[in-house]
């Protein structure tokens, strides 16, 4: 087990060096930079690593506005996570040798956020009914993440995915379906986030 936690250290030590330049210029706001060490080709290459490659290159164009090209790697992330055929070979050599071995498929959240980012994309572009189209398949896969953990996770509901839907309703003038959303987001932070997490219904609702 010792030997299998330090591989696993060094793995993702290994990692995190590699990406070391990309994160420093994203947190210095330098995204022309970001964006070329996104451009190198060997990233693609990286099979074990690449939803996160595709995660990342889709945020830092995110961030500089080109939506068109944000989605198309969001999308890839998407297809990817939803194509994704547990290795059980993979496994059994990950737990002996090296954790590294097995494709990394995201975390919960991670398979989330692209959902959120391609609502913005798709809201950037004026195109509300494929934002729409995304703001559902977040809630999908939440519930798709609850039945995973048998409903002990305790974050099951997204507010803020049912307020967004509420938004792009009533940018369509469909008041009925905005209210229902609004209300949905409301009943979450209500029940969930003010009596977990303390935070306070935003006075929008």
Partial sequence: CLL?????IVACATYYQKNEKLMQAVYKGKLDIAEALLNDPKLEKEKKNILLYYLNKG?????????VESNKYFQLADFYVEDFHNNYAAKAISLLTNPN??????????????????T???????????????CKRMQLTLTKITDYYKGKNKYK?????????????????????????????????????????????????
Avoid at 4 to 8: G, K
Avoid at 101 to 118: C, D, K, P, R, W
Avoid at 163 to 186: C, E, H, P, S, W
Wanted: overall charge negative.
């Fill in 59 to 67: 945020t830092v164009l995110w961030m500089k506005g080109k939506s």
């Fill in 120 to 134: 913005l994309n798709y809201i950037d572009l004026g195109l509300p009914d494929d934002a729409l189209v995304e």
């Fill in 4 to 8: 299998c936690m330090s591989v696993f």
């Fill in 157 to 205: 509901r997204d507010a803020f995915a049912h307020n967004l839907m509420g938004i792009i309703y009533d940018v369509q003038k469909d008041y009925n379906n905005a209210f229902i959303a609004y209300r949905n987001a409301y009943e979450i932070y209500r029940d969930d986030y003010h009596t977990m997490l303390g935070t306070k219904i935003p006075l929008q609702l």
């Fill in 101 to 118: 071995v097995e494709a990394y498929n995201g975390e919960g959240f991670e398979q989330i956020l692209l959902h959120y980012y391609a």
